[in-house]
């Protein structure tokens, strides 16, 4: 490609604080009714005092030091004037000057165009917190505006990073894998349809001689989003790069429908927001002890995991993944194994050499079954009935043939819908696989009445007929017989 497109990211994350950013108000928007969640702080009345939520900068303190950065010890708070009618106070508090993280990075995993795995380290210049504005509503066929103020004062964690993704992919993974972090956190979840997280790209393109000029796309609410809106723009930009005219620096919008960028203003003249520190809050002085202290509540990261389940339990990378995707399916495959490994010890219908191909049919199992009924049923691995302990005794019986596959997923479906016990959902629905040689004598003894041709093929050595007959006892016991038990019956009864 002539051209190299530089692409960075500004990402807004809403951190899940139980109150706004300086009130008390609930950190909730999600009202049916439009400005029932404010008070005179939120909402900027003269003379109100902000006061500052010390869980949200907890949060961010958190990810910061998950991504690496450097954290700020003394800060304070900026003031960024602009109009706008969302923007109760005329302006936000923010951090210009100090911003609580700073130089950090974040290494990722992508398929690159020929599906390669590649790793990246991503640059994050900053994180800081701010607050958010509220909305704006435009009825349809109406000649007026109305602004609702829940999410006024709202707390918002924004990230920037430095410009050195390279194309969409990297820049769609980053995300995910942001994603991923701030839930395993638990500061927020990320939902990019509800709002959670908003994210904005800036992309030039520059060649060899020259740097080129920075376009920001803002609107982007998918990851699908993120990764069409950079597609997109990288041809625009080179179609007229191509055609010899310039670049505007300016801001677009990501237009999901028609999947186009739209300009929505121009950014010759950067804007004036006169910053000057805010009188009215003291600066937050960060103690060693508070560092320590949050340090030792984050826990073990998605890359990380995913190491240790592919070292540890044997996983390939690609089954790590999709366990360690949400961190309560992760917690809840690790529970299974404990509970399976002291299962072994104490059960001796399976010794300790089979373990790691228990774990195995476990993964597979959980990556297949289980989270298709999690899915379809939308109940996650934080609300589901099923215990570990449960999990890890059907497992045994899988693998150890007790029930067919059919009737291990009727098991798996109602442990699912009634948490109950794998044994006795066996036991009542009589699913288990039969191996008493008298109850299955009678079946054997039955079929080769009904099919005396088979069974004197048989006699003469047709093995052909030997599959017939099982196929025959299969059916009459709805799969239940033990294959091997069986096939000694027939051929004792043959002879
Ligand atoms: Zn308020």
């Known amino acids: 490609m002539p051209y190299q497109p530089k692409i960075g990211m500004e990402i807004h994350i809403q951190p899940k604080t139980k109150s706004k950013m300086f009130c008390r108000c609930p950190n909730r928007f999600d009202q049916t009714k439009p400005n029932q969640n404010i008070c005179e702080i939120c909402v900027g009345h003269p003379g109100t005092l902000p006061a500052i939520n010390q869980q949200a900068v907890k949060a961010i303190i958190k990810a910061g030091l998950a991504l690496n950065c450097q954290i700020n010890r003394r800060v304070h708070w900026d003031r960024k004037h602009y109009f706008y009618p969302d923007l109760p106070k005329g302006y936000q508090l923010t951090q210009n000057n100090t911003p609580l993280c700073y130089q950090g990075f974040l290494m990722i995993e992508y398929l690159d165009y020929n599906q390669k795995p590649q790793t990246k380290k991503v640059l994050i210049n900053r994180l800081h917190l701010e607050e958010d504005a509220g909305k704006d509503l435009h009825p349809e066929n109406s000649d007026y505006s109305l602004i609702d103020f829940n999410r006024a004062g709202a ?144 826990v073990e990261l998605p890359t990380d995991k995913i190491k240790r389940f592919t070292k540890n339990f044997g996983l390939n990378q690609e089954t790590a993944k999709i366990i360690t995707q949400d961190l309560t399916c992760a917690n809840f495959f690790e529970n299974t194994i404990s509970e399976i490994k002291s299962w072994v010890k104490t059960d001796d ?61 009727t098991v798996l479906k109602n442990m699912f819908q009634t948490g109950g016990d794998p044994s006795q959902i066996i036991k009542q629905k009589n699913l288990a696989i039969q191996k008493d ?44 017989a033990d294959p091997k038990t069986a096939i000694n019956i027939i051929q004792k009864l043959v002879k």
């Open 437 to 480: 040689s008298k109850e299955l004598g009678s079946v054997v003894s039955k079929v080769i009445q009904e099919n005396p041709q088979a069974a004197n093929d048989l006699k003469a050595g047709k093995q052909k007929s030997l599959q017939f007959l099982i196929g025959q006892v299969m059916a009459k016991t709805q799969g239940k």
């Open 349 to 409: 219908r399976i010794d300790s050499q089979q373990t790691p191909k228990v774990i195995k049919l476990t993964a597979n199992y959980l990556t297949t079954e289980l989270i298709r009924l999690t899915q379809k049923t939308l109940v996650g691995f934080d609300q589901i009935k099923i215990t570990p302990e449960n999990f890890a005794e059907l497992m045994i019986i899988v693998y150890k043939k007790q029930i067919n596959s059919s009737a291990a997923q």
């Open 155 to 298: 707390p918002l964690i924004e990230l920037v990073t430095e410009p050195v993704l390279q194309d969409q992919e990297q820049a769609a993974a980053f995300c995910q894998n942001l994603q991923q972090i701030f839930r395993y956190l638990k500061i927020s979840d990320a939902d990019m349809e509800k709002g959670q997280m908003r994210c904005e790209v800036n992309i030039s393109l520059s060649n060899n001689q020259k740097s080129g000029v920075k376009v920001e796309v803002k609107n982007i609410n998918s990851f699908r989003g993120v990764k069409k809106s950079i597609e997109y723009e990288i041809k625009r930009q080179t179609g007229l790069l191509e055609q010899g005219k310039k670049i505007k620096q300016e801001t677009r919008g990501w237009d999901a429908e028609k999947q186009i960028t739209i300009s929505q203003r121009s950014k010759e003249q950067a804007q004036d927001y006169r910053y000057f520190p805010e009188p009215d809050l003291p600066p937050i002085n960060i103690t060693d002890g508070l560092l320590a202290k949050i340090k030792n509540s984050i």
